[in-house]
C-alpha cells in the first residue's frame, strides 16, 4: 500500500533562518506531489504541484520554493523565514495515471516562525 | 472550480447518522464532488467522490442530487472519533493532474456521547 511520510512533526525556527521540510512517498511511482499551508482556521492553499522530477510548479509567489529531487521526494525549502511563513504545512499526492485520483495528505509539519 | 457552501458546524449523536450538506449549484457537467475530513492537527483524509451517482464505500455515503447542485455526505452510524472538519469540493482534473484544490472553512463537526 501507499503510504506518504512527512517531517519533522513541528519546528521553531527564528526569523531570517533557513527552512527545510521534507516528504516522500512509498508504494507508487511517478506520483504528482503538493504541497499545501494551512493558516490557522482556514482552509488549504497550495503552494507547489510537482509532475515530475525537477518540474515545479509555483502557485502563489512567496519566500518558499520546492524542490523534487528524485521521484517520490519533494522538499520545501527557505533561505530566511519570516513571521508570515508560520503555519501547518501539508505534502500531498496522487495517481498520474488514474483518473480523477484523490489526493492523500501527509500528517504534515507545524511551523512556528518566531 | 465550483464554489461549494457548507454550514459552519453540526453536532450529531453518537451512534445515529451524520448527514452533512454541501451546496454546488455552480457544478458543471465534468466536475466531481470529493469529501475530505481534517482530525485536528493531522493532514486531511479522503473519504469518497462522485460524478452524478451515489457512492458508498467503508467510510461512508455520498448522495448526489439528479440536477447535481447539492450533495449529502451521509456517515451511518457516528463514532466520537469522527468528530473532525470536513470539506467539499469540486473539482476537474487538469490536462497535467494537478490539483488545483480549493478547500474552504468546511463543516466542523462534533459527534456528541
Known amino acids: 500500500s501507499q503510504t506518504i511520510h512527512q517531517w519533522p512533526a513541528t519546528l521553531v525556527q527564528p526569523v531570517g533562518s533557513p527552512l527545510s521540510l521534507e516528504c516522500t512517498v512509498e508504494g507508487t511511482s511517478n506520483p504528482n506531489l503538493y504541497w499545501y499551508r494551512q493558516a490557522a482556521g482556514r482552509g488549504l492553499q497550495l503552494l507547489f504541484y510537482?509532475?515530475?522530477?525537477?518540474?515545479i510548479s509555483s502557485e502563489v509567489p512567496q519566500n518558499l520554493s520546492a524542490s523534487r529531487p528524485q521521484d517520490r521526494q519533494f522538499i520545501l525549502s527557505s533561505k530566511k523565514l519570516l513571521l508570515s511563513d508560520s503555519g501547518f504545512y501539508l505534502c500531498?499526492?496522487?495517481?498520474?495515471?488514474?483518473?480523477?485520483?484523490?489526493?492523500?495528505f501527509g500528517n504534515g509539519t507545524r511551523l512556528t516562525v518566531t | 472550480d465550483a464554489k461549494t457552501t457548507q454550514p459552519p458546524s453540526m453536532d450529531c449523536a453518537e451512534g445515529r447518522a451524520a448527514n452533512l450538506p454541501c451546496n454546488h449549484s455552480?457544478?458543471?457537467?465534468?466536475?466531481?464532488v470529493y469529501w475530505y475530513r481534517q482530525i485536528h492537527s493531522q493532514g486531511p483524509q479522503y473519504i469518497i467522490h462522485g460524478l452524478k451517482n451515489n457512492e458508498t464505500n467503508e467510510m461512508a455515503s455520498l448522495i448526489i442530487t439528479e440536477d447535481r447542485k447539492s450533495s449529502t455526505l451521509i456517515l451511518p452510524h457516528a463514532t466520537l472519533r469522527d468528530t473532525a472538519v470536513y470539506y467539499c469540493i469540486v473539482r476537474v482534473r487538469s490536462n497535467f493532474g494537478n490539483e488545483k484544490l480549493t478547500f474552504g472553512t468546511g463543516t466542523r463537526l462534533t459527534i456528541i456521547p
Open positions: 510537482s509532475v515530475g522530477i525537477g518540474q
Open positions: 500531498a499526492w496522487n495517481s498520474r495515471e488514474a483518473y480523477n485520483s484523490p489526493l492523500h
Open positions: 455552480t457544478i458543471s457537467g465534468n466536475e466531481y
